[in-house]
């Protein structure tokens, strides 16, 4: 028996679906709705990857500049397609500060 804990990347891959390896920085989130999401940067990609449970699954491409406070109603927050609220904003924008230095063109 090993004392290693599973790795999170599969089981966040079996959860939304997506390709996320060991190779990947990743974050997870729940919401008061219970609502998940999952986030995944690949060194070297342009862009990283975002799951919502609430969206079916469906893979978001986001970036330094994809949390968006102009979306039709007064107030809504938005990322790519995909409304979100303000924690899941919070959340998003410190995924994508902390896996910055991944990024394509980024040393």
Request: hydrophobic share 40%; charged share 25%; net charge negative.
């Amino acid at each position: 028996m090993t004392d290693t804990p599973p790795a999170i990347e599969p089981l966040l891959a079996r959860l939304c679906g997506g390709e996320i390896t060991d190779k990947d920085y990743v974050g997870y989130f729940m919401n008061q709705y219970g609502e998940e999401l999952v986030f995944a940067q690949r060194r070297g990609e342009k862009t990283a990857r975002l799951w919502h449970s609430d969206a079916d699954w469906k893979m978001f491409l986001v970036g330094d500049h994809s949390i968006r406070l102009d979306g039709p109603l007064d107030g809504m927050i938005t990322v790519a397609d995909l409304i979100i609220n303000r924690e899941e904003a919070t959340w998003l924008s410190s995924c994508l500060a902390a896996s910055r230095h991944l990024r394509q063109g980024r040393t």
